[in-house]
């Protein structure tokens, strides 16, 4: 049990950081895009943090479940997934 929990909290810590790293990165846009003072060019990118949240909350019943292995599995697809499916999303409200 202690195992699955610290699995989860890496995984935690470790997809957050990419997701939050991806999604700014592509909010921020290069400095072509960027010719004006905004700080994010392109907004739509942080899709990808919605899901990424709902990935951690379903994740957190890793502590309460009687089978937390499944909630893990759950939570560590969903908090990978976001970060592609978060980018198809963002390019295609960006059309």
Do not use: H, R
């Not at 909290?9 to 999604?23: C, D, H, K, P, W």
Request: hydrophobic content about 60%.
């Amino acid at each position: 049990m202690k195992k699955i929990k610290v699995a989860y909290v890496l995984n935690t810590i470790i997809s957050g950081l990419i997701a939050a790293l991806i999604s700014t990165f592509f909010a921020g846009g290069t400095i072509a895009e960027n010719y004006t003072d905004e700080t994010w060019v392109a907004p739509e990118f942080f899709v990808i943090l919605p899901i990424w949240v709902f990935g951690f909350l379903v994740g957190l019943f890793v502590f309460k479940s009687k089978n937390p292995v499944l909630f893990l599995i759950i939570s560590i697809l969903i908090t990978w997934a976001s970060i592609p499916i978060g980018l198809e999303l963002g390019f295609n409200l960006a059309k």
